[in-house]
């Protein structure tokens, strides 16, 4: 048990927390195409704030080729490229990889050819399967009815009819196991699974602005005081997250924060247990 009293709430980020994460599906590519491990992720943090990437998870944007055109843009600045590998190229240079020469570090190649689209499509096809420990968890915490259950989300608006770049109709419901599996007839809506859901692309602020923590204690504290359980502070809510830079500012909000490294959603969930005081771990109910 943790030394801190237990969470009023608990707020949950999808995307390699409770489902697969599409983090994966970048690595995999990444592997794949010899393009050094990291520099997706970096370049589409770098932005701006106006990056393809920020703009369609606040909602600000159509998914369509165009944007498909700006997204790869966006992973293709030279001066991102050249500080991405500047920095790799240092940290090697600092012990933590061989040796690497001042020459190598000044000399800067190409920047990596990626296609957008087909890295995309594999980001979101891989996302619709539930985590095996997580999503297990989750509906063991909301049939416990001991805690306000939210999802705070940087999501992706998909048109009606838009297909995938093998051509497919995309939907975006979970695939869940089948018959017997305990899960076989769950909801294929992951949001069914909390008390809100507050999706970027459709409230139009994204993590890590802290206007989307305020907001979400905001709606939590609404659905506790409904409930007469009373009033939700930022302190009382425990925040799960993949991505540092959430955390970062999660905890800047106030929230209490566990961090879900990629392929160890199972520590994640230990430390959950430890946070909320309910055996959540069962290998016999995984997926």
């Known amino acids: ?11 949950f980020d999808i995307g390699g927390v409770c489902v697969v994460s599409p983090f994966q599906a970048i690595l995999d590519y990444e592997i794949e195409n010899n393009i050094p491990i990291g520099w997706v992720n970096f370049a589409i943090q770098k932005g701006p704030h106006n990056g393809a990437w920020q703009l369609v998870e606040r909602g600000e944007c159509d998914l369509n080729d165009d944007w498909f055109r700006a997204f ?5 600045v030279p001066e991102h490229w050249a500080e991405f590998w500047t920095k790799q190229s240092v940290k090697k240079s600092a012990g933590k990889g061989p040796p690497v020469s001042q020459a190598t570090v000044d000399k800067i190649p190409p920047v990596p050819d990626i296609d957008a689209t087909k890295m995309f499509w594999r980001m979101m096809r891989i996302s619709r399967t539930p985590d095996p420990w997580m999503y297990p968890a ?7 009815g001991k805690f306000v259950l939210g999802a705070l989300s940087n999501t992706v608006a998909f048109p009606i009819g838009i297909e995938d770049d093998r051509g497919i109709l995309f939907t975006k419901g979970l695939i869940h196991p089948p018959a017997p599996s305990p899960y076989a007839n769950d909801s294929t809506e992951i949001a069914d699974c909390f008390d809100i859901y507050i999706s970027s692309a459709h409230v139009g602020m994204r993590k890590p602005d802290p206007k989307a923590y305020e907001l979400a204690v905001r709606e939590l504290d609404k659905i506790s005081r409904d409930r ?9 809510v425990l925040f799960l997250d993949d991505i540092g830079i959430n955390l970062k500012w999660a905890k800047k909000s106030g929230l209490r924060t566990i961090k879900v490294d ?13 946070q909320v005081g ?8 995984r997926l």
Do not use: F
Not at 72 to 76: E, I, N, P, R, V
Not at 138 to 144: D, N, Q, T
Not at 228 to 236: H, N, P, R, S, Y
């Open 278 to 285: 309910i055996k959540l771990l069962d290998e016999k109910a």
């Open 138 to 144: 989750l509906k063991k915490l909301r049939e416990s």
């Open 1 to 11: 048990m943790s030394s801190q009293p237990p969470p009023k709430a608990l707020l």
């Open 228 to 236: 007469g359980k009373g009033g939700v502070t930022a302190e009382d």
């Open 262 to 274: 990629l392929g160890k959603t199972k520590d994640a969930v230990r430390a959950l247990e430890m």
């Open 72 to 76: 790869k843009a966006q992973l293709s």
